[in-house]
């Protein structure tokens, strides 16, 4: 059992800034990834960046250049940089960790923080 907890959403204009963070616990190892989702409303849950546990690092095309996923090992905490925000990055953003071994591999998924661009 994997408990993430997420914090950082709000709302913002267009072209500010936001780091979500998201603080893991429980049954912590053997991590493949982490990584943040986001959905809109009427759109299916899409992949926004993924960092695996060599730290390789992989983003959506629609925010290279503008976010960063990071992790801290020693705090278990996963962040997601947001620069640059667009009204288009408007969506409920979720935490990703999966864990488990080759044979019997485990999902887990944050309650979701509400990230809303306007003017």
């Known amino acids: 059992q994997v408990q993430l907890v997420e914090s950082g959403g709000g709302l913002v204009q267009p072209g500010g800034s936001l780091r979500l963070s998201c603080a893991a616990s429980?049954?912590?190892?053997?991590?493949?990834?982490m990584g943040w989702y986001r959905q809109a409303p009427g759109k299916q849950r899409e992949l926004v960046a993924v960092?695996?546990?060599?730290?390789?690092?992989n983003y959506a095309d629609s925010v290279k250049g503008r976010f960063i996923i990071s992790r801290d090992n020693a705090k278990n905490t996963l962040y997601l940089q947001m620069n640059s925000l667009k009204p288009e990055d408007t969506a409920v953003y979720y935490c990703?960790?999966?864990?488990?071994?080759?044979?019997?591999?485990?999902?887990?998924w944050g309650q979701g923080t509400q990230v809303t661009v306007s003017s």
């Open positions: 990703n960790l999966e864990r488990g071994t080759a044979s019997a591999r485990y999902v887990y």
């Open positions: 429980g049954s912590i190892f053997n991590i493949y990834a």
């Open positions: 960092i695996t546990l060599s730290g390789t690092t």
